[in-house]
Every structure is written in C-alpha cells, then in structure tokens.
C-alpha cells in the first residue's frame, strides 16, 4: 500500500497535468503577423499595429517624412495605413478576440461543494467535485469552432486594410482631379475677368454695344460661380482624403501632384475576367467556407445532443461515528424541456442559408466584375479619344483663329469666344482622365471583391490553422 506522501504527490501531480492541459495560450502579437501577410498577398502595402507609445512614435515619423512630398497615389494609402485611427481601433478588435478564444477554450472550471449534516450526536460531513463532461467531449469540435472565429477576426481585419486601401486610391484620384480642375477654373476666371473688363472699356469708348457687353459679362459671372464650386469640390475632395489618412493639425497642408498621371500606354486585357472573379473574389471564397462552417455547427450540435449536461463527480463523506466513505457519481439531466430539436433546426437552416448566400454572390460577382471591366475599357477608349483626338483639335482650331485674328480677320471677342468652346473640351478631357483612374480602381475592388463578412472567411483560411503556431495547442 502507498505511503500517504506517495499518494499526495500523485495526486498534485494529476492535478499539475490536469491544470496544464486545460490552458490555452495566446497567440503571438494576438495573431497580427497573419493578418499582414494576408494583405501582402493581396497587393497591399504592410499595415502597422501601434501597441505602445513607442510603436506610435515611429508611425509618427515615418508620416512626418511622407508627408514632407507631394503624396503620390501608393505614399497616400501607405499613410493611410499608418495612421488611421479607425484601423488602429479595428486592429485592437484581434486582442479581443484572441481573449475570447481562450476564454472559450480553457477546460470547464471544476466545482466543489461541502455539505455539513448533524442527526443526534452524529455529524456528516460531505465533499464533492464536480467536472463537466459533456463540456470536455465537445471540447474538440469547440476548438475548432472558436480557432475559425478567431481566424474570422484577423481576416475581418484585412478586409478593412484593403477597403481603406481602395477608398484612399479613389479618393487621392478625386481630390487630384478636383485639384487639375480648379487649377483650370482659375485661368478661365482670369480670362473672363480680362474679356469682361475689355468690353466694359469698348462700351465706354462706344465701341461696343450692349448685347455684346451683357455676354461678356454673364460669361464672367459663369466663370466666377464655376471657380466657385470648383474651389468647393477641391476642398470636399481633399477633406474625404484627409479623414482617410487620418491627418489633423499641421498635417492637413500636405501637398498633392498638379494633375492626374498620364494615361497607360494601353488597356489591361481580361478575356476571363468572370473566371478570374469566381477563383479569387473574397466574398465568394467566403461564402464557400461559410457552407463548410455551417456543416461543421451542425456536426456540432448532433454531438450536443447526446453528451449537453452529463456530468462526472467524486465525493468523500466523513463521519464522526462511521469510516470516510468515497466514491463517484455520474449525473446527467433529462431532456424533458429541450430535446435539441431547435438547435439541430437553427443548424440546418443556418447550412441552407450559407449554400444559398453562396450561389447568390456567385451570380453577383460575375456580374459586377462584367460591369467593373465594361466601365474600365470604355473610361480608357473616352480618355484617349479625348486626350488624341478632340483637345488637339480644339487646339489646331485656336491656332487658325489665332492667326486670323493676327490677320485682322476676326475680332479679339470672336477669339474669346473661340476660347470658351476650348474650355468645354479640356473640362471633359480632365473629367475623362478622372473616370479612368476611378474605373481603375473599382475594377481592381471589383477583382478582390467588397470587403464585409461574406470575405472575411476567405481570408481567414490563410491564416494558422487550429495547432499552429498562435492556435490553441492541445
């Protein structure tokens, strides 16, 4: 028979690997590092976690010497991935999370009671402990579970790097545009100004009658209000961008290229453009993984069934007037009021759900992509043609009447006049040059897919896998 110090280290020893067993780690840096290669993958720029006053100081810097240039498209969205706030706040959704999952994968607490009973002379005392079995039965399918959930987290985390990748892509491409614009708008205003005021001398002089002075000067008043806007919309557009990268203070006078880059030498072709959005949209990734999750829940809730509320046991009662009585017991409650029928229903429609999500987003990428690249080769066609075809025309039309009016064929207000139609042409030409860039992006949007619940999972499925590192190991 052991010696009772024998059997006392046996039993801490037991209770060691128990307690062992039952832990669960964190992951390293709550999983950060898999959410950056995820987003590396897709194309975009590496975002970073500041997780303490050091970590933010550096941010800082690196903006501060971004910001020190004109921004390019790709330096904007570095900056806004640097230093927005919101994704700042959405990275620290992963520390929760990861929490959570620990949380739920840690064993069940186990429960002690104590119970003191007293007839006549004789005292009892009872002691139990108590185990969740149907917990620890489960507990496989629940690491699963919980691993995917906290996988969903880092992928929801992606999906808002390259959302606010793509939003600040189309919002330096408008505020660029808006910038060209107003740049334009300023040297019609000049212009108008001067035609005005030369008409006002002419009239004065009586040179010029009435009829030609009122146009001169509702031309000057239409090229006044259109600075108007076009200094309002400069300001709306470079706001939206400021908000995106996240700038206050001294930061908001950073400064923006004059005009929109040149337009490619030529179009990228996309024969299997649906085929490309079906292999590599997010959302439909998702959705795909989403019917493998819902099959999984429902594997889930049929062990459930059999195994929800059994419980193990161990007592030792004591007495003062009898020997120490030990044993075990095993409970487990009856189904009289929930039979989980309801769970197995919510876990098949939950299955049904997801295969039709599935089907439906299916439908919608292949379509949407049609439409993104539709967008994209029409805003190229429109800019060329109106960057090679009718800006140098416009352009040769001013240069013949130039020399007219050095001729003394035409007069200087039929020479303004000529100008006005000029601006209409290099308006559209800069609004042309606009859309592309924008349909650029959105096709590229379009190829990845929206980001939002539906392609979380996708990317989610890059990241360690249950039993990896940063996973729960037991």
């Not at 009856?334 to 039709?356: H, K, S, T, Y």
């Not at 439908?363 to 049609?370: C, G, I, L, T």
């Not at 066609?381 to 020399?403: F, G, K, M, T, Y």
Request: with cysteine; charged share 25%.
């Amino acid at each position: 028979m052991a010696a009772p110090e024998h059997r006392g280290l046996r039993a801490a020893a037991a209770l060691a690997t128990l307690w062992l067993a039952g832990c669960t780690s964190l992951a390293p840096d709550s999983g950060f590092e898999a959410v950056r290669q995820a987003t590396r993958a897709l194309g975009a720029h590496d975002p970073v976690w500041a997780r303490d006053e050091a970590a933010r100081l550096a941010l800082d810097e690196r903006v501060a010497r971004l910001l020190a240039q004109p921004l390019s498209m790709d330096s904007a969205v570095e900056v806004a991935l640097l230093n927005n706030r919101h994704l700042q706040a959405a990275f620290e959704e992963l520390g929760i999370a990861d929490a959570e999952r620990v949380q739920a994968l840690a064993w069940p607490n186990p429960g002690f009671g104590f119970a003191r009973t007293k007839r006549g002379d004789e005292v009892e005392i009872e002691r139990s402990l108590h185990l969740d079995i149907g917990r620890l039965l489960a507990r496989p399918l629940i690491r699963e579970v919980e691993s995917r959930r906290f996988a969903r987290a880092q992928g929801l985390a992606a999906t808002r790097v390259l959302q606010l990748a793509a939003d600040t892509r189309q919002a330096w491409v408008q505020a660029v545009a808006a910038r060209q614009s107003h740049g334009y708008a300023r040297q019609v205003m000049e212009a108008a100004e001067a035609g005005a005021e030369l008409a006002r001398r002419m009239a004065a002089v009586g040179n010029f009658n009435k009829l030609h002075l009122a146009r001169e000067q509702s031309f000057y008043a239409d090229a006044a209000l259109a600075l108007a806007r076009a200094e309002l919309a400069e300001r709306q557009s470079r706001e939206r961008l400021t908000r995106l990268l996240g700038l206050w203070g001294g930061q908001v006078a950073f400064g923006l290229p004059d005009r929109l880059p040149e337009l490619p030498a030529a179009p990228r072709e996309l024969p299997q453009v649906e085929q490309m959005a079906i292999a590599q949209r997010l959302d439909v990734q998702g959705a795909r993984l989403a019917i493998e999750q819902a099959a999984r829940q429902q594997g889930a809730a049929r062990i459930g069934r059999l195994v929800d509320g059994l419980e193990l046991g161990v007592m030792r009662n004591s007495s003062n007037e009898a020997p120490t009585q030990t044993g075990w017991e095993l409970g487990l409650r009856i189904p009289l009021f929930d039979a989980g029928g309801a769970r197995r229903a919510l876990a098949e429609a939950q299955w049904r759900q997801a295969v039709a999500r599935a089907t439906a987003l299916a439908v919608d990428a292949r379509s949407e992509v049609r439409e993104a690249y539709a967008t994209y080769r029409t805003a190229w066609d429109i800019a060329r043609h109106q960057r090679d075809e009718r800006v140098p025309l416009a352009r040769r039309i001013s240069d013949e009447n130039l020399l007219r009016y050095n001729g003394m064929l035409i007069g200087v207000f039929e020479l303004l006049a000529d100008a006005r139609v000029q601006i209409t042409t290099v308006t559209a030409a800069i609004e042309a040059q606009r859309d592309f860039w924008l349909a650029q992006a959105e096709l590229d949007r379009a190829l990845i897919g929206p980001p939002g619940l539906d392609a979380v999972a996708a990317i989610a499925a890059a990241m360690p896998a249950p039993g990896a590192p940063g996973a729960d190991p037991h």
